[in-house]
């Protein structure tokens, strides 16, 4: 598997005083939709952590195209794009699942390292696996 989607419901809490989305709260949506691309594909956090693999965000882009609200549920699209010996790019498209309107794209660089921050090679895994973009 080399896209995923998966949908979560704005909470109020992630909300600023006006009801929208508040930005800081898109990273843990992007989190999210890694994190179950990897588990959909076989693999989790977990094991590869215990194995002595981490991976941090070196890169982060986010663009901000309409509001998200409080109570609107949204489509979070995640796919690898590209993926060398010790980094993996991300790109993201999250949708208002309702509406169909695009409210954001973002995209992100991962980098693999061991328990002491040194970058070493990904593991492995048919998890791991770049796929092209869709055609627009």
Excluded: W
Aim: one cysteine or more.
């Amino acid at each position: 598997m080399h896209e995923c989607k998966i949908t979560v419901r704005v909470r109020y809490v992630e909300c600023d005083p006006m009801g929208y989305l508040h930005h800081s709260h898109y990273l843990p949506y992007l989190e999210m939709g890694r994190t179950e691309l990897l588990r959909q594909s076989g693999a989790d956090y977990r094991t590869l952590e215990s194995e002595g693999f981490f991976f941090v965000v070196t890169k982060l882009s986010i663009a901000f195209k309409r509001p998200a609200r409080y109570d609107d549920e949204l489509e979070i699209v995640t796919r690898i794009v590209r993926k060398t010996h010790v980094r993996i790019d991300h790109e993201y498209e999250i949708f208002n699942l309702q509406s169909r309107v695009l409210i954001s794209t973002a995209s992100t660089t991962i980098a693999c390292v061991n328990r002491a921050g040194e970058l070493i090679p990904i593991p492995e895994t048919p998890a791991i696996t770049p796929v092209p973009p869709p055609e627009r």
